[in-house]
């Protein structure tokens, strides 16, 4: 079992940097692959950023590649989305989810675990 709890959204001007972390407990928290989707109103719940285990291979949905980064410190057994050139098309619900499974790493049907999800809202 592992516990996610997400802090950190908020509303910020377009342009603006928003910081989102995800802080884990119960499984080791190294063992599993995590990412961050969000959904905004009415439509699907889409990936984001995802970072493996070990490794740290890092993968980004085509929206947001050069304007997010996703970094994870297994030690502090914490994900991170560092949200920068914000735009009104990233306001959303962003929830951190985390997989033990390999492959399909944009799916969120893969993920196993899930946080309640933060408000991001970007104005323009």
């Known amino acids: 079992q592992v516990l996610l709890v997400e802090s950190g959204g908020g509303l910020v001007q377009a342009g603006g940097s928003l910081r989102l972390s995800c802080t884990a407990s119960g499984r080791t928290f190294s063992s599993v692959t995590m990412a961050w989707f969000r959904q905004a109103p009415g439509k699907e719940r889409d990936f984001v950023a995802a970072i493996t285990r070990n490794e740290g291979i890092t993968l980004y949905a085509d929206s947001v590649k050069g304007r997010f980064t996703i970094t994870r410190d297994n030690a502090k057994n914490a994900v991170y989305l560092q949200m920068n050139s914000l735009k009104p098309e990233d306001t959303a619900v962003y929830y951190c989810?985390?997989?033990?499974?390999?492959?399909?790493?944009?799916?969120?049907?893969?993920?196993?675990?899930w946080g309640q999800g933060t408000q991001v809202t970007v104005s323009s």
């Open positions: 989810a985390a997989k033990t499974v390999l492959g399909e790493t944009s799916n969120p049907g893969r993920y196993d675990y």
